[in-house]
């Protein structure tokens, strides 16, 4: 054979590749899962090159299916772009696939049977940068289905030795350190030792450990100052979340209800190998404030941006006044009003700068009068005991509930006993809602105005809310001017 029908001959086979290529529209499967001791290849690198071997086939990118952060051993796993590729292979839109690997696209042999029941008679190619299968073949098919077999148990292996770590690791009191970073706030990504004092707080210039911002969150929270307002100090302050993003609405409750804070495990009671941030009893009654807090707030959304946006109330109809903006003769003022929009009378509309002056001023008398308390004593040990039983004990009631439910005369004692049980929790909050009102008194009494304006809003809402109450009532007489007969502040 001469070199130039040499030449022809592998013109004709490329051509013949080329033609039998030309039909085949592939679709690519990328996963990548949480298992730790898998291959962690990033979902756009498998593409990369899932593409790459698509080129060298002359085959047609039809579409990609990814699935990250997906599991595929788990029977009770959601794969979205797994369903999608297999609806496309029964619809006839692809009739090749293309993966990384093998175990990218199979772990449990009911997933390839299901497969190579939609594949069957379709001619779908298999194609990984390991080699390429006919899905059609039943040689192939016995392969792929030992290589399944061989995966599942592979994946029982990894959760068998996952689990006796986590045993071992739980008699042993520690558990993954997780939240975003990596690690909790005050701890190192080790989950047991304390991390360092490496930041300078902005507001008193000192070295300060995030141990000490868990410890001072803890004791403005017992000491009547409200989530919100905490959080927005902290940003004030300079100060992130672990994982170097900005402190959230909800940041400190999600912080301080953990149980790590006060040494435990996450069941809240058995000792851990972490040393405590918090003393058991101050965790107690915080998180028994943050309860309190929590369910008469059950809604609470993004926090007001003016004093007495919900703590004024209207005079006629009793609903909490809204802020709105006005504007004329080319003044625009900032009002409260009882906004029928908002379902209320439309009947009280008060100047929102002569108002907050006005019950600051009023709140300012009541932290300077000689008679004002220096505060109650700390709440009782057994206030947090008492509050877990009655929780306890409503959480297996509204079990049996839900058991004995269509019996009205069991129904009828049951629900009896929650509303028992609510009216007990009731009391619980009142008094630790009045022992953080002296709380918030003592610390707060002898306070200037300057003082007061320097506080961030949220502060000053809470203090506003455990001093006073406010009322505003309809103007007396029409006509610019504030006057203090049309509105009624009383001390709690």
């Not at 996963?31 to 090159?49: F, G, P, W």
């Not at 990218?104 to 190579?116: A, G, N, S, W």
């Not at 009391?427 to 506080?455: C, P």
């Amino acid at each position: 054979m001469t070199a130039t029908d040499g030449e022809r001959l592998r013109a004709a086979r490329e051509e013949g590749r080329a033609a039998l290529a030309a039909g085949i529209r592939a679709g690519i499967y990328t996963r990548m899962s949480l298992a730790r001791m898998d291959d962690q290849t990033k979902v756009a690198d498998q593409e990369r090159i899932c593409r790459q071997l698509a080129a060298a086939r002359g085959w047609e990118v039809a579409d990609v299916y990814p699935d990250n952060n997906r599991s595929a051993w788990k029977r009770d796993r959601k794969r979205p772009g797994w369903d999608a590729m297999l609806a496309d292979v029964d619809a006839g839109k692809i009739n090749a696939i293309i993966v990384y690997h093998g175990d990218r696209l199979i772990r449990q042999p009911v997933d390839l049977e299901k497969l190579l029941d939609l594949a069957r008679g379709k001619g779908i190619r298999l194609a990984s940068p390991a080699g390429e299968r006919d899905l059609d073949s039943g040689e192939d098919q016995f392969i792929l289905s030992i290589e399944a077999a061989m995966a599942r148990r592979e994946s029982a292996n990894i959760s068998r030795r996952q689990k006796a770590r986590y045993e071992r690791d739980k008699r042993n009191g520690r558990v993954m350190a997780q939240g975003p970073g990596g690690r909790r706030l005050g701890y190192r990504s080790d989950g047991v030792t304390l991390y360092p004092a490496d930041r300078c707080d902005v507001a008193t210039r000192a070295e300060v450990t995030e141990a000490d911002i868990v410890r001072e969150m803890a004791e403005r929270t017992l000491a009547g100052e409200s989530a919100s307002a905490i959080e927005a100090s902290l940003r004030e302050r300079g100060w992130t979340t672990p994982g170097g993003s900005r402190i959230q609405h909800g940041s400190l409750r999600r912080w301080l209800a953990n149980p790590r804070y006060a040494g435990l495990m996450p069941d809240g009671e058995s000792a851990a190998a972490w040393p405590a941030i918090l003393d058991r009893e101050t965790w107690e009654r915080v998180r028994l404030v943050l309860e309190a807090r929590a369910a008469g707030h059950p809604r609470e959304g993004r926090p007001p941006v003016n004093l007495l946006t919900g703590i004024a109330r209207c005079g006629t109809c009793g609903r909490t006044l809204m802020t709105a903006h006005v504007s004329s003769r080319g003044y625009r003022s900032r009002l409260y009003g009882c906004d029928k929009r908002e379902g209320g009378c439309g009947k009280v509309w008060r100047n929102a700068e002569l108002l907050d002056a006005y019950v600051s001023g009023r709140v300012l008398g009541a932290l300077n009068r000689d008679d004002t308390p220096e505060g109650e004593a700390p709440a009782p040990p057994d206030m947090t005991a008492e509050w877990r039983a009655l929780a306890t004990e409503r959480a297996a009631t509204e079990a049996l509930l839900a058991d004995y439910g269509k019996s009205a005369g069991r129904a009828r004692l049951l629900m009896s006993r929650l509303d028992g049980i609510d009216k007990q929790m009731a009391e619980l909050r009142e008094r630790e809602a009045g022992d953080a009102r002296s709380r918030l008194l003592a610390r707060y009494r002898g306070l200037t105005r300057e003082q007061l304006e320097a506080m961030p809003l949220e502060a000053r809402r809470s203090l506003v809310a455990a001093v006073v109450t406010v009322t505003v009532l309809p103007a007396s007489k029409r006509g610019p001017g504030f006057r203090e007969c049309d509105v009624r502040v009383e001390e709690r």
